[in-house]
């Protein structure tokens, strides 16, 4: 088993090679700075804090494959990603749902990183209570990251048309909040257990 500093040295290794290769070419760069904004700013932040507040491995791990489908997302554009065109094409899908899948990863993983806050630096346990209250944190950075996208698209008018991503869904801003709350539900469904698990791995 590797041990943190390896492991953590892997990660990071993967990240820094999926982001020059997100980086390199985009389909459009501004799309590309904006869909990679979320890892551009998170990044700095995990390292600065990571002596006084480390992640479990499992939340580390669950941050990197939030940041490849980031990373993959602006490269691309969430609406032309060519294997969710493939499937579109190949199964006559009404549209590209790589922005879908964003989506429950926006409630999925953030769900475990705010869990673990929660359990290590407030009183809340193990319980109801704390399921509710990640449910709802995940629930709110999706609205919120709803409204930065419309802030952006105001601002900057048709540049901002890819970054939406809504692809003629009327209906597109409330299916990406309401697959947040499934991706949050169906992460503390799934991984509590195991990240109670990693959380007694830590130091």
């Known amino acids: 088993m590797l041990s943190a500093r390896h492991y953590h040295g892997l990660l990071l290794a993967i990240l820094a090679s999926v982001f ?24 700095p932040i995990l390292l600065v804090t990571y002596r006084r507040f480390p992640f479990s491995r ?14 993959v997302g602006a490269h691309y554009t969430y609406a032309e990603m060519p294997l969710f065109n493939w499937l579109r094409d190949t199964y006559d899908l009404e549209r590209n ?12 993983i953030p769900a475990i990183v705010a869990r673990e806050i929660l359990l290590r630096c407030s009183p809340l346990q193990h319980g109801k209570w704390l399921a509710f209250i990640v449910v709802s944190i995940a629930l709110a950075i999706s609205a919120l990251y709803e409204m930065l996208e419309w802030w952006v ?5 048709s540049e901002a048309t890819a970054f939406l991503a809504t692809q003629g869904d009327v209906w597109d801003t409330q299916w990406d909040m309401f697959l947040c709350l499934i991706g949050a539900s169906v992460s503390l469904l799934l991984l509590s257990r195991r990240h109670d698990q990693s959380l007694q791995c830590l130091p």
């Open 153 to 157: 698209a105001l601002a900057s008018g």
């Open 58 to 71: 499992l939340a580390y791990g669950l941050l990197l494959v939030h940041a490849f489908i980031l990373l």
């Open 97 to 108: 749902y790589y922005d879908r899948l964003g989506h429950v990863a926006q409630g999925f």
């Open 20 to 43: 020059v290769w997100s980086a390199i070419q985009p389909h459009d760069f501004f799309t590309w700075l904006l869909e990679a904004f979320p890892v551009i700013i998170g990044l």
